[in-house]
């Protein structure tokens, strides 16, 4: 049976959605294995085109996170070893335009001028970057893959997937930062995980409390009103 929707409920889900961001510092506090079972449970309730279901998910905490963490660190850190690491997928444009070019400068240097970090300090700019592959100190750093086989529908579903773990953490008190940059150094990942070759990885996820210290914690990204997108044919 279909369950009641009320204004409380309403309101409920309205607000983990709106009260989502991405975090990027993180207090060490554990998060209980059941309650990551759950947001998981409660996620894979995500709409995939005749059920596939394309998701796979490797949960870290304790050794494994520090393991992992570490090794991508290290790759990252080295130039010459970075330099051999490129993205199986790609993300962003290969030729940026405006507006999203625009939105892309202002959210980084939006979070640099909070961390006083400015435009020619590079080795600030390389640590702060390099702090994803700590899971910005999250207890808990998610590795999303899906089967090589699957095309770009099943990417899509993936996306819902990703966004329903973000507001079911959310629910729950505690926050996320969906994680790209773990992409350049799938070989790493696959090495250390032992996955399996014909798994991809998608992305990573910083999963925890977030540190109400942290300043970079308090930017608060800008979206476009409703009518700069939507188009209603009456």
């Given amino acids: 049976m279909r369950q009641n929707i009320t204004p409380e409920s309403t309101a409920a889900v309205d607000a983990a959605i709106t009260s989502r961001r991405s975090m990027r510092a993180f207090l060490p506090t554990p998060v209980p294995r059941e309650t990551l079972a759950q947001i998981l449970a409660v ?21 494994p996170l520090a393991e992992l963490s570490r090794r991508v660190r290290a790759a990252f850190d080295d130039p010459t070893e970075r330099a051999s690491h490129t993205e199986e997928y790609t993300y962003y444009p290969n030729e940026w335009v405006s507006p999203f070019i625009d939105r892309r400068r202002k959210v980084g240097w939006d979070l640099y001028s909070l961390l006083g ?84 990885v998608v992305c990573g996820m910083a999963l925890g409390f977030a540190d109400p210290a942290a300043v970079e914690n308090t930017l608060v990204t800008e979206r476009e009103p409703v009518s700069a997108f939507a188009h209603f044919h009456d």
């Fill in 43 to 63: 996620s894979a309730r995500a709409p995939s085109g005749t059920n596939t279901q394309p998701w796979q998910v490797h949960v870290l905490t304790g050794a």
């Fill in 117 to 200: 970090i400015g435009k020619a300090d590079k080795a600030r700019m390389h640590e702060q970057h390099g702090r994803n592959f700590h899971f910005f100190d999250a207890p808990v750093g998610l590795i999303f893959t899906i089967d090589r086989v699957m095309q770009q529908g099943s990417w899509l579903d993936y996306g819902m997937f990703l966004q329903n773990i973000m507001v079911a953490a959310r629910a729950r008190g505690l926050d996320t930062c969906p994680q790209a940059a773990f992409t350049q150094f799938h070989r790493v990942i696959r090495d250390c995980l032992n996955l399996p070759e014909q798994q991809m």
